[in-house]
């Protein structure tokens, strides 16, 4: 599927999801903005440059919603306006309600809930003026279960609302809204961990189907199907990347049902 022609704002840009989206859609011809509120997003974009990619950037807080508009009217000044948004950016920095705080509670939101509204305001007149686009969540499996990290599921299940919120309002002016729900991403952090503790990974992949954990590519190849044509029918969609964890328990059914094989 080809993005040639289009503007694709990548948020979180420099993280590790965020890099694999950016060379997907810029591999298929896109003009790339990328964005993060790390000073790698600089370095980042010089070498996608430096492979051909068009592409712009910007440093930038999705959570400051006056700093993230300056960012995207910047960005459109140097790329045209944006045709397709990922919602990428996020973070969780407490993982049990009994160590967040109501400050830490409000920062969680922030910088995944209310920056995902702060981006999705900021493109969605120029694709109202087009009468097109394409806005992709990248929310998370914690959207759906309780599995730790309480301030943080709570925005990505937010997300997952706002998704078909924007879906049900903007689907008249032909733009489209979906989210992906990842479960474990082999990012960088992932990697950290795992030389800590060799054992980490191994125990993870026990309760995925698959029998291995999400890889940042995995994440992109689904975000480019619904920005693509091939999904012009889909709108207002949760869909789990998650090698099989929200299906049911393996562990449990393993342990209980399952011959072994």
């Known amino acids: 599927m080809s993005f040639k022609g289009k503007v694709v704002a990548v948020t979180g840009a420099a993280g590790g999801i965020g890099q694999a989206v950016c060379r997907y859609f810029a591999g298929e011809g896109a003009a790339i903005a990328a964005i993060d509120k790390k000073d790698s997003v600089a370095s980042f974009a ?19 919603a006056g700093t993230i508009a300056k960012a995207f009217a910047h960005l459109a000044g140097e ?35 209310n920056g995902a509204y702060n981006c999705a305001h900021a493109v969605l007149p120029a694709m109202q003026e087009k009468r097109q686009g394409s806005i992709i969540a990248v929310g998370s499996v914690n959207g759906l279960s309780a599995l730790g990290d309480p301030a943080y599921s709570a925005a990505k299940a937010g997300m997952i609302s706002l998704t078909r919120s924007l879906a049900l309002e903007y689907g008249r002016f032909g733009i489209r809204s979906n989210i992906v729900l990842p479960a474990t991403v082999r990012t960088p952090l992932w990697d950290k961990r795992a030389k800590k503790n060799p054992e980490v990974l191994a125990t993870l992949m026990r309760w995925y189907p698959l029998g291995r954990i999400v890889e940042p590519i995995d994440v992109a190849r689904v975000i480019g199907f619904l920005a693509s044509e091939a999904a012009g029918a889909i709108t207002g969609a949760a869909i789990p990347v ?8 393996i562990v449990m059914a393993r342990e209980l049902t399952l011959e072994p094989f």
């Open 79 to 113: 790329l045209g306006a944006v045709d397709i948004l990922i919602n990428n950016a996020g973070f969780s920095d407490h993982p049990t309600l009994a160590r967040t705080d109501p400050a830490g509670w409000q920062a969680d939101m922030n910088g995944n809930l």
């Open 242 to 249: 998650d090698c099989g964890l929200t299906a049911g328990n």
């Open 46 to 64: 010089a070498e996608l440059r430096r492979e051909g990619t068009k592409i712009a950037h910007a440093t930038a807080d999705i959570g400051d």
